[in-house]
């Protein structure tokens, strides 16, 4: 054979021997890859080491205490006239003339609407005929000359008489009871009133009340005279006063609430009947829980709060309801805060429930791991 091809067959055997030299050199004596193995263990000891890297979160903590606070009810109300009148004659006919439109302002006793006049003007004429009649028996009885059962009868009549007529004018000439404005207004000069619904409507608007609905449990203490505050959005920051004109005396077995009238003088004539208002009613003194505000929470998207309190060397994260603020502090309704807790009141904003904290001092002091 040439020596030339012999070189060759050498050389590639050689190279082959190195491949495989190379391909062997991963493999353990079983046929497991070693760097795959060694990757394996590098894993594994990644999770180890995630695993001591969970540390205590520090934080600061207050004791949960109970305290005596003024407890207040927060409503909104409707505003209505303190009088609200109807001007419904007691007869039925022509209206002749309405006098005030709606919006006006009324006087009491001001004319306010001119019924047809057929009637009264029959009880004039009938009035003016008894009356006569009386003064001729008045005459007679004087002289002897009848009974005292016939004068009696004639004075029946004409007293009768009287009280038509008087009842005529008024429910002909209708005046305003009392003042006012002028709601609302049904009819027009001319149409036929037949009683179905009243020709004016007067709301007293100088003075204006409102009722609202108190839970049961605090009867005993909304007493006649206690004074109130009201605010409108309309008027921000301006405060309206009133006082409770009346505290009804039963409860509502289906809603275990009472309602209570209160007066408000509307100097300036600012609010209206219809308005909604706002109030808080405070209901008196009551023992509650109370947190420091800062430790609550609110949940992002919602209305709803949490506070986390330190149970053991752990957070745990519980809803709270708001009610009266104390100063720094805040009165809660929970179910899972007693008195005695410990309220998580510094660094709770990088807490999760269950999460590992350790609670120190002032000082920098662990006290609690």
């Known amino acids: 054979m040439n020596r030339k091809y012999l070189s060759a067959i050498s050389l590639f055997g050689a190279m082959a021997l190195t491949l495989a030299s190379c391909g062997n050199k991963n493999k353990t004596s079983n046929g497991q890859d070693k760097d795959s193995t060694k990757v394996t263990k590098n894993v594994d000891a990644d999770n180890n080491e995630d695993a001591a890297e969970q540390i205590a979160l520090p934080v600061r903590v207050t004791k949960v205490e109970k305290k005596a606070i003024n407890k207040e009810i927060s409503c909104t109300a409707v505003l209505e006239g303190w009088e609200t009148m109807t001007i419904s ?53 004087a002289g002897g000359n009848t009974t005292q059962q016939q004068y009696d009868a ?45 020709i004016l409507q007067i709301t007293q608007v100088s003075v204006l009340k409102t009722i609202l609905s108190i839970p049961e449990t605090y009867f005993p ?15 921000p920051g301006k405060i309206f006063a009133g006082v409770v004109e009346t505290v009804y005396p039963t409860i509502d077995a289906g809603t275990h609430t009472f309602q209570i009238k209160v007066r408000i003088p509307n100097t300036g004539n600012n609010l209206r009947p219809g308005m909604y208002v706002k109030t808080n009613v405070n209901v008196g003194k009551v023992n509650a829980i109370v ?22 060397n752990k957070a745990k994260r519980v809803d709270v309801v708001l009610g009266e603020r104390v100063n ?11 008195e005695g807790d410990m309220i998580v009141s510094q660094g709770q904003g990088k807490l999760t429930d269950g999460a590992l904290i350790e609670i120190v001092t002032d000082n920098g002091e662990v006290f609690l791991k």
């Open 221 to 235: 203490t909304i007493k006649k005279g206690m004074k109130m505050e009201f605010t409108s959005d309309i008027y």
């Open 89 to 141: 004659p007691s007869v039925t006919g022509i209206i002749e003339k309405v006098y005030k439109d709606v919006g006006q302002s009324v006087a009491a006793g001001e004319l306010l609407a001119r019924m047809d006049q057929t009637q009264l003007n029959a009880a004039k004429l009938a009035y003016a005929n008894i009356q006569t009649e009386f003064q001729r028996m008045e005459a007679l009885l």
């Open 328 to 338: 720094e502090d805040v009165a809660i309704e929970s179910g899972d805060i007693k």
């Open 291 to 312: 947190i420091p505000y800062m430790s609550v929470q609110k949940l992002i998207g919602s209305n709803n709060r949490f506070a986390f309190i330190a149970d053991g």
């Open 154 to 198: 004639v004075k029946l009549q004409l007293d009768q008489a009287k009280t038509n007529l008087d009842f005529l004018q008024k429910n002909t000439f209708v005046k305003a009871e009392s003042a006012g404005v002028v709601a609302a207004k049904n009819y027009e000069n001319g149409e036929l009133y037949n009683g179905a619904r009243g």
